[in-house]
Nanobody
């Protein structure tokens, strides 16, 4: 059974930093993409950052230059270093990973979410 366990969320003042972690178990070492999404109250879930197995990264424009995504393939873990946090970064943050599946498709998995609250 695949499990994604997130940690590192919490309450921080504006301008502060947090580091989120997400460890995947039960999935072997075939993870392709690892991503972080977030969802603020009353808003749709949005992509924050993603990283491929080869290390290519992409970021939402709103977090470029402040957030850094990284991964440890040996540990099946993805990280999100968040610096210069703003009140608008307040949201529940979810990790997502996918693996190869049938007929060239992918199968994705979600974490349970971790709350990040930035006070102004």
């Amino acid at each position: 059974q695949v499990q994604l366990v997130e940690s590192g969320g919490g309450l921080v003042q504006a301008g502060g930093s947090l580091r989120l972690s997400c460890a995947a178990s039960g999935i072997g070492f075939s993870i392709i993409d690892m991503r972080w999404y977030r969802q603020a109250p009353g808003k749709q879930r949005e992509l924050v950052a993603g990283i491929t197995r080869g290390g290519s990264r992409n970021y939402a424009d709103t977090v470029k230059g402040r957030f850094t995504i990284s991964r440890d393939n040996a540990k099946n873990t993805v990280y999100l270093q968040m610096n210069s946090l703003k009140s608008e970064d307040t949201a529940v943050y979810f990790c997502y990973v996918d693996e190869p599946y049938e007929m060239g498709s992918r199968r994705g998995y979600w974490g349970q979410g971790t709350q990040v609250t930035v006070s102004s």
